[in-house]
């Protein structure tokens, strides 16, 4: 079955460090991965994807992207962080069992909150 | 563009009543999605549609039904709620593709069953 995880509830770093949230993802093929950001009491927002290529995604916001595939990975990362980037961030991979078609479905993790202390 | 809308933003509900969720998209998009987020389970898609006229189910389906009479709109229904289906629902939207396109996602309705 097709999954992916968030290893970490929370994420909390000071404003300036680098930050890190993690993903790993369980998938038949080639992974198609996504990051989704939630800012409070809204939707959320296209962050950056995976699809083929370079291992370093670049995506909004300064955020970056590490796929690895020997460690079936997704890693989020930013090089300095703000307290603006406080929000609840997902990581998605593409969904390949549909019955028929192409349908974009996405599994969703459960959320990493990262918290930038100012 | 407005993108993504739902409606409502916020609604109470006592266990058995109906309500219609509705989710309108002026960017064109083929398909469109139903998802409820919960509490450490991330979204869960409820149901989802690859055209005008067509609906699927996804992971959660019991309880809701759904209609796509035009292109743009995509409502999802409660026949008779329950206190299980309290939660934030989100609509979203996407260009048809092979998964390789984002979904833009609508600001959410929260919805409680008393």
């Known amino acids: 079955a097709q999954s992916v995880a968030q290893p970490e509830d929370q994420v909390n770093v000071a404003e300036g460090n680098p930050l890190t949230v993690k993903c790993t993802y369980s998938v038949s093929g080639n992974p198609y991965l996504f990051w989704y950001v939630q800012y409070p009491n809204r939707g959320l927002q296209f962050l950056l994807k995976y699809i083929t290529g370079d291992n370093l995604v670049k995506g909004s916001y300064g955020f970056e992207a590490e796929f690895n595939k020997s460690q079936t990975s997704f890693h989020l990362k930013k090089p300095s962080a703000l307290v603006s980037d406080s929000a609840l961030y997902f990581c998605a991979v593409r969904d390949v069992h549909y019955s028929s078609g192409a349908t974009n479905k996405l599994i969703f993790g459960t959320g990493t909150l990262l918290a930038v202390q100012p | ?114």
């Not at chain 2, 996804?58 to 292109?71: A, F, H, I």
């Not at chain 2, 229904?77 to 048809?96: I, N, R």
């Open chain 2, 1 to 114: 563009n407005a993108g993504v809308t739902q409606t409502p933003k916020f609604r109470v509900l006592k266990t058995g009543q109906s309500m219609t969720l509705l989710c309108a998209q002026d960017m064109n998009h083929e398909y469109m999605y139903w998802y409820r987020q919960d509490p450490g389970m991330g979204l869960r898609l409820i149901h989802y549609s690859v055209g005008e006229g067509t609906t699927a189910k996804g992971e959660v389906p019991d309880g809701y039904n759904v209609s796509r009479l035009k292109k743009q709109n995509f409502l999802l229904g409660l026949e008779s709620a329950a206190p299980s289906q309290t939660s934030v629902y989100f609509c979203a939207s996407s260009y048809p593709g092979t998964g390789t396109l984002p979904q833009y996602f609508g600001p959410g309705t929260r919805l409680l069953v008393l």
